[in-house]
């Protein structure tokens, strides 16, 4: 069965700083990554995914994430925050039927000027 | 392109009473899912519909709730009798494709609390 596990409910950084969200996976096969997004009163917007194509995934809002099947992870990274990327954000993996997204428990992204 | 609406946004009802959320998907999305989020979990899966098919409706949580999509437009999810434990917000979100081939396109949510 797949899941999906997310170190940190939240994380602080100042502006500017490089942005690290952690997420680690289990999954019996290949598995299907997603990040997403939800900002304040919004819903959920995708970052990027992972389908088996090249390990290092580049999303929207110059974040991007690499897949490391031999740790299992897939980590959400920024080379520097800004103050609009405050949110709430999800990873969450296909389950082996494809019709579900399993997610994590998310983690609140701070950032301080 | 119009993106994921969920109606309403909030709703606030008493115990035993019934409650009918509402999604209408992206135009030409078969794929149409629904998941709630209980304060302080992570997003859970309710059920897949696959044009006005249930595909799969493991994550429902009991006979209290009923999801319909008629026509294959769109989807109706009812509470009824509502219980506490059922507050959350309830997100929906259509796809062209399945689940790992497609993205999943989220709408804003409708928040339940359940007095």
């Known amino acids: 069965?797949?899941?999906?596990?997310?170190?940190?409910?939240?994380?602080?950084?100042?502006?500017?700083?490089?942005?690290?969200?952690?997420?680690?996976?289990?999954?019996?096969?290949?598995?299907?990554?997603?990040?997403?997004?939800?900002?304040?009163?919004?819903?959920?917007?995708?970052?990027?995914?992972?389908?088996?194509a090249a390990t290092l995934v580049k999303g929207i809002n110059g974040f991007e994430a690499e897949f490391k099947k031999s740790e299992t992870s897939f980590h959400l990274t920024k080379p520097s925050a800004h103050m609009?990327?405050?949110?709430?954000?999800?990873?969450?993996?296909?389950?082996?039927?494809?019709?579900?997204?399993?997610?994590?428990?998310?983690?609140?992204?701070?950032?301080?000027? | 392109?119009?993106?994921?609406?969920?109606?309403?946004?909030?709703?606030?009802?008493?115990?035993?009473?019934?409650?009918?959320?509402?999604?209408?998907?992206?135009?030409?999305?078969?794929?149409?899912?629904?998941y709630r989020r209980v304060m302080g979990k992570e997003i859970k899966f309710l059920l897949h519909f696959v044009k006005e098919s249930k595909q799969d409706e493991s994550g429902m949580p009991n006979n209290r709730f009923l999801a319909e999509r008629t026509g294959g437009t769109y989807s109706t999810l009812k509470v009824q009798p509502a219980e506490l434990e059922d507050s959350g917000v309830y997100f929906c979100a259509s796809s062209r494709d399945r689940a790992h081939t497609d993205t999943q396109y989220f709408g804003p949510g409708t928040r339940l609390t359940v007095l």
Do not use: M
């Open chain 1, 84 to 113: 609009s990327d405050a949110a709430e954000y999800f990873c969450a993996v296909a389950n082996q039927a494809g019709t579900a997204l399993i997610f994590g428990k998310g983690t609140t992204l701070s950032v301080s000027s």
């Open chain 2, 1 to 34: 392109e119009a993106g994921v609406t969920q109606f309403p946004s909030h709703s606030v009802i008493e115990k035993g009473q019934t409650v009918t959320l509402r999604c209408d998907p992206i135009s030409g999305h078969d794929n149409l899912y629904w």
């Open chain 1, 1 to 52: 069965a797949q899941s999906v596990t997310q170190l940190g409910s939240h994380v602080s950084v100042s502006e500017g700083a490089l942005v690290l969200l952690r997420c680690n996976y289990s999954s019996s096969v290949p598995p299907y990554l997603f990040w997403y997004v939800q900002y304040p009163n919004q819903g959920l917007q995708l970052l990027l995914k992972y389908t088996s």
